[in-house]
């Protein structure tokens, strides 16, 4: 059976369609809310949904998302669990469920086998931030014996050569991360040292590839998706389901339906 994700991205370039993907922690703010939250974004129309796992230490995330991290971690969430949360998610959205997490979390937190836990709990695909190239040898080919979607991230110092090495070890697309630093919504992003960039990555890339890192508005999410195959939003939905109150399907469906419209 082909993996959600292959079917998604021939569709979607088929279609000429641009991808949306929305990073959600679950446990934040609650652990019942994930359900909302995800439901929210299912309606809205967005093509992944990245479920992150929290770690203690997460080196390139924001401080949004390491303080959802904290609360999700306070709440009791550990890896284990986000795979039981997605595995109950894939019963009732065919949505694509993509996790997220740093090594430590994959390794120590669910174990050598964890490729094979993911594939049992229906995980279509897996992003690993601090895997870097060099060491991605043994996580490439179990993803590809466990039929799970390996998404590589592309920084703005990779230059060519590296480009076309990472993306062909990414399954079916590859993640560009938009500047050199860590997640956050940002106000200005759309730079022309960054349009350089992602031009260099449509030359070099052998897969399509989506954006993240800093999207927080429809504006920005345009102008990307026009130099790009889609864009992924994590800190700013965070912000928006934080500062929203209670209703966090209202609040993450409205956010991010604003985000399909223009895509």
Do not use: W
């Not at 949904?49 to 924001?62: K, M, R, T, V, Y």
């Not at 490729?115 to 709990?121: I, Y």
Request: glycine share 8%; charged share 20%.
């Amino acid at each position: 059976m082909a993996n959600k994700i292959t079917e998604l991205i021939s569709n979607a370039l088929k279609e000429n369609r641009k991808i949306l993907s929305a990073y959600i922690m679950p446990g934040f703010p609650d652990y019942q809310a994930t359900f909302e939250i995800f439901r929210g974004a299912f309606d809205a129309g967005v093509d992944l949904i990245e479920l992150g796992i929290p770690f203690s230490d997460p080196l390139a995330d924001g401080l949004v998302i390491q303080r959802s991290a904290q609360v999700a971690i306070g709440n009791g969430i550990t890896p284990r669990m986000v795979l039981e949360i997605a595995g109950e998610l894939a019963q009732k959205f065919p949505v694509p469920v993509i996790a997220m997490g740093y090594y430590n979390s994959f390794l120590n937190g669910i174990g050598k086998n964890f490729m094979s836990e993911l594939a049992r709990c229906s995980v279509s695909g897996l992003i690993i931030p601090d895997l870097s190239y060099e060491e991605s040898n043994v996580v490439f080919e179990n993803a590809r014996t466990n039929e799970i979607s390996l998404v590589m991230l592309i920084a703005p110092t990779s230059d060519d050569q590296r480009i076309r090495k990472i993306s062909h070890l990414s399954t079916d697309f590859n993640y560009c991360v938009s500047v050199t630093g860590v997640t956050g919504a940002r106000k200005s992003l759309v730079t022309d040292e960054m349009k350089a960039f992602l031009k260099r990555v449509r030359r070099n890339s052998l897969k399509p590839f989506v954006v993240g890192f800093g999207i927080s508005n429809p504006e920005t999410a345009r102008e990307i998706s026009l130099l790009s195959d889609g864009v992924v939003v994590g800190s700013a939905l965070l912000e928006r389901v934080s500062a929203g109150g209670k209703d966090v399907y209202k609040n993450t469906y409205e956010f991010l339906k604003s985000l399909r419209d223009v895509l």
